[in-house]
């Protein structure tokens, strides 16, 4: 943003720019409608499948189906191996013992490289930003020969135990940048009040970061319950699958078997993450743009 | 004076510091300062992350490098047999070959087009429209629902041999009735259109990055007769560099890294004709189907050295092209 905005008048070359004429918004918004049409369109066909009769799924393309069939929910719901409410217990267990994990341990690491000088900070910092590039197929491997060693494998711990050791950097990144917003006053007045470091940490930053930890909470949710490749890997006897596991069974079976109950089951495992994004919309495509855009 | 004669010493506000005072002070200043170097208090905070990056990443990178130059089932332990996965990799695994190709095609094509597609709409949302925000949030739903098992499978019956995309080239009288999905050469294109569906998370970032330039140029510039093709290309990307420079470099490690509609869409055969097998699928199967933990090592290096290096490559290729305002 410039600092100095002259006034914009009607015939400013700007205003031309900025505000297009009647046809051109006309224009703008028709293809807007037109892409979000596109892009909507696949979740809204994957919606009506889901209410069709499967003889009707591939044969009546249209949004609207000529018959309702609510029952491929219900069918779904107890058709695959183990009943979904076993799979959505065990997502919860998953998704929230990792939001618990990364909240602590990230928003801790963050408070200490906001917030202090110490030995080779930079280097430790440079790190944690290089880890941050790392794909998680490079460590896959000697990760799973740990668990399996510890005999972890088959239970929920391998996907939760490492976000208590803030192992996703991206949300210590966010995180420092947000701390650095704080004023450093505060803290000081809390030291000359006799604070320890601990107590500046739980009583202020903490309560004051409530927004960093929101966004914290809400992708960690998401991408906890859609990683389905760490799922995969550790989790192998079908009463410890998770949502994602328990909808990759309706595959192997679906040549006959019901489409329209794969679909049913597959609009539910999306919900909570439409539910997410419904409510809380605005600080996700925010929280997208500022950390992008703080690097 | 009658203070001075009962002894007392008065403290005005803008009286000189007693020498006990100073004191005080100097002691409160370097408690301040030892404070802000925290002592032993900055690594009791980085504890659990000390943990993390030792534990599970630097030592298993190791671990992993060393793996590598063994035959290790899991089971059995891990016998060494020096440089024999790398040579079976480049030259007795034409299935690893495969899977190059597709990634390279995947990353090649679908990063651009995403790209391109994020910048264009952003072009767009970046003026003064009514309802901006359902837009915004329109196009960034499919990027957050991206990674899930579900929207694989809907891609899947979407591009499959009865299903939607059909339809639609039924509209323009193009349906052939071809399964997309089980044809080796449209295979992992109907992978590259899911990727570039999922433009919402670059757009976004450009979005934000749009914002943030100079309106005096470009009012500057339209004084001068610049049209806005002119515009684009000789202020809003040039501007905009730093920004195309992050997204392509996050967009090309998360392309490298794409797994779950890979595994779906071909029920985790990477088929047809390996068409869809990409890298970290490989990796997958190599490791955890055949139990081939020494090989699938291996790959994970090379994987992690590529990776890398594209990303080196665009830090030095970027000091030619991005253009930083300070």
């Keep these: 943003m410039s600092a100095i905005t002259p006034p914009r008048s009607s015939t400013s070359p700007l205003h031309k720019l900025r505000s297009a004429t009647g046809t051109r918004r006309i224009f703008i918004h028709t ?17 009506s499948s889901s209410l069709k009769p499967d003889t009707e799924i591939f044969t009546h393309p249209g949004l609207i189906p000529t018959a309702l069939r609510p029952e491929n929910y219900s069918e779904g719901w107890s058709g695959s191996g183990n009943s979904f409410s076993l799979y959505i217990t065990n997502s919860l267990i998953v998704t929230i013992g990792a939001v618990i994990g990364n909240v602590i341990s990230c928003s801790l690491a963050a408070y200490a490289f906001a917030r202090f000088e110490f030995r080779g900070k930079k280097i430790w910092f440079g790190l944690m930003l290089g880890t941050l590039m790392l794909p998680t197929q490079a460590v ?13 494998i088959n239970t929920f711990l391998p996907l939760i135990v490492p976000k208590f050791l803030a192992v996703d950097a991206f949300f210590i990144f966010l995180m420092v940048q947000f701390i650095r917003s704080i004023p450093r006053e505060l803290d000081q007045a809390a030291m000359v009040d006799g604070a320890n470091p601990w107590k500046i940490y739980w009583r202020i930053i903490l309560p004051l970061m409530k927004p960093a ?64 994004f419904l409510i809380f919309q605005k600080r996700l495509v925010e929280g997208m743009a500022t950390s992008g855009m703080k690097g | 004076m009658t203070t001075a004669q009962t002894g007392e010493v008065v403290k ?39 943990v993390g990056l030792f534990g599970l990443t630097i030592y298993p990178m190791l671990d992993s490098l060393y793996l590598s130059f063994t035959n290790f089932d899991l089971l059995t332990p891990a016998q060494w047999v020096g440089m024999d996965n790398y040579d079976r990799m480049f030259t007795d695994d034409p299935v690893f070959w495969d899977s190059v190709h597709a990634t390279l095609v995947y990353v090649v094509v679908s990063v651009p087009l995403k790209l391109a597609l994020a910048l264009a709409v ?41 299903g939607l995309f059909n339809d639609f080239l039924g509209w323009f009288g193009l349906n052939t009735g071809q399964d997309w999905i089980s044809s080796p050469d449209t295979a992992l294109y109907t992978l590259v259109l899911l990727a570039v569906w999922q433009f919402g998370t670059p757009m976004v970032i450009f979005l934000a990055g749009l914002k943030q330039l100079p309106k005096d140029v470009f009012e500057a510039a339209a004084i001068d007769g610049a049209g806005a093709v002119t515009r684009f290309f000789k202020i809003t990307l040039p501007l905009l560099t730093p920004i195309v420079f992050f997204n392509v470099v996050l967009q090309i490690i998360d392309a490298f890294k794409t797994f779950t509609p890979a595994f779906v869409i071909s029920n985790g055969s990477g088929g047809p004709l390996n ?19 020494g090989y699938a090592s291996a790959l994970a290096w090379v994987l992690f050295l590529v990776i890398a290096l594209f990303t080196a490559v665009n830090f030095i290729a970027s000091r030619y092209w991005v253009h930083y305002d300070d």
């Design chain 2, 275 to 293: 068409s869809t097998m990409l890298y970290s699928l490989y990796l997958y199967k190599k490791g955890f189907t055949d139990l081939q933990m």
């Design chain 1, 140 to 152: 896959l491997i000697p990760q799973y020969t740990i668990f399996y060693n510890l005999t972890w």
């Design chain 1, 213 to 276: 930890l929101i966004t914290t909470t809400i992708f960690t949710f998401i991408w906890t319950y859609d990683d389905f490749l760490h799922q995969l890997v550790y989790l192998q006897q079908n009463d410890k699958f998770t949502v994602p596991l328990g909808l990759t069974l309706f595959l192997d079976q679906t040549s006959g078997s019901s489409y329209g109950a794969m679909f049913a089951m597959s609009t539910l495992a999306l919900l909570p993450t439409l539910i997410c």
């Design chain 2, 12 to 50: 005005e506000p803008s009286a000189p510091a007693t020498p006990s005072d100073q004191r005080e002070r100097d002691r409160m200043r370097r408690r301040l300062a030892r404070r802000r170097g925290g002592g032993w208090w900055p690594y009791l905070f980085l504890a659990p992350w000390f």
């Design chain 1, 31 to 47: 293809v807007l409608i037109g892409v979000a049409i596109v892009m909507l369109y696949p979740l809204m066909w994957m919606l």
């Design chain 2, 122 to 162: 952003a072009m767009l949302l970046n003026r003064d429209l009514r309802g901006i925000g359902l837009y915004r949030a329109a196009f960034y739903l499919p990027s957050l629902l991206g990674g899930a098992v579900a929207i694989a499978i809907v891609w899947r019956q979407v591009f499959g041999g009865e």
